[in-house]
């Protein structure tokens, strides 16, 4: 099988629908010029991160895969993204919480083996990991956007990915520390979307397709993984073709990972069950 489509998924944990609608200046810039599509989507419950990261990339939801939170984390059996972009002949890179590494890679997670790797049988081929050790309200242990957004930019060109993921915890970081009702949490979201900027044209050029989410949203009290429309729903930013929903649609976070194998080219395996929201073309 070959591959068709390079894809990109960047995850900004953490950012509700509402913050990114009115904050995401240069990304709404792109929406209003006309050449990218944004929709509501809808994340499973718990709206938990770890919960959200394993259905976002295996298409099932948390009573089905059992990351029921942040405390139940261990290698999935379930087919992802990762395995069938690896299985199709393709290259994977992953810039990401150490979460994901133990999610679609191996567990548990070791420091020393695992903060950074190179591995051709995948299904991550290439890992450069963060672990946010030791977190708390005073110091929140987040590495730099901008550094994050420049590593995936470095698997690109040195190795050529086919599917790259990049995922953040800066947003939720600093929304369970401040709320998202502050000028605080307003100027955070405006400097993450400046950072981000200037690395989308970059991608664009290397011949990539981009989509730009979250996995979860939160409340003005910080907090999330329950059950409303502030904990739940985020923006989904397409950078690519295919005919989609009205605008008006809220999309199913299970159908993330059909969807975006469908754009590649790879096999949708038959454990996701959603329907994908954008046509192959």
């Known amino acids: 099988m070959t591959l068709r489509r390079k894809v990109l998924l960047i995850i900004i944990d953490g950012q509700p629908w509402r913050a990114a609608r009115r904050l995401n200046g240069n990304l709404e810039g792109w929406v209003q010029s006309g050449t990218v599509r944004v929709w509501k989507m809808r994340s ?8 959200c990261y394993a259905s976002i990339h295996t298409g099932v939801s948390p009573q089905v895969h059992g990351v029921v939170s942040n405390e139940a984390v261990s290698r999935l059996p379930q087919a992802d993204i990762f395995s069938q972009v690896v299985s199709a ?5 992953a810039v990401t919480h150490s979460f994901w590494s133990e999610l679609f890679n191996r567990a548990p997670w070791n420091w020393v083996r695992d903060i950074e790797y190179d591995e051709p049988g995948g299904p991550i081929t290439h890992g450069r990991f963060h672990t946010m050790t030791a977190a708390n ?7 730099c956007d901008a550094d994050l957004f420049a590593t995936l930019s470095m698997l690109i060109s040195r190795h050529g990915i086919d599917y790259g993921i990049f995922h953040s ?22 400097k993450l979307d400046a950072m981000l900027a200037h690395f989308l044209p970059l991608w664009l ?4 397709e981009i989509a730009v989410t979250a996995d979860h949203g939160q409340s003005d009290r910080g907090h999330h993984g329950g059950r409303e429309h502030a904990q739940q729903d985020v923006a989904f930013y397409w950078f690519g073709g295919g005919d989609g929903p009205q605008g008006d649609t809220v999309l199913d976070q299970l159908a993330l990972a059909p969807t975006l194998l469908g754009r590649m080219g790879a096999e949708i395996p038959s454990s996701m069950q959603a329907r994908s929201f954008l046509s192959v073309d």
Not at 89 to 93: A, E, L, W
Not at 137 to 143: E, K, L, R, S
Not at 205 to 208: I, L, T
């Open 44 to 51: 499973v419950l718990p709206s938990t991160s770890a919960s």
């Open 89 to 93: 002949g393709g290259t994977t890179g």
């Open 137 to 143: 309200a005073d110091n929140q242990m987040t590495p």
């Open 169 to 190: 915890c800066t947003l939720d970081s600093m929304g369970h520390r401040f709320g998202h009702d502050c000028t605080t949490m307003d100027n955070a979201c405006n």
């Open 205 to 208: 050029q290397a011949g990539y």
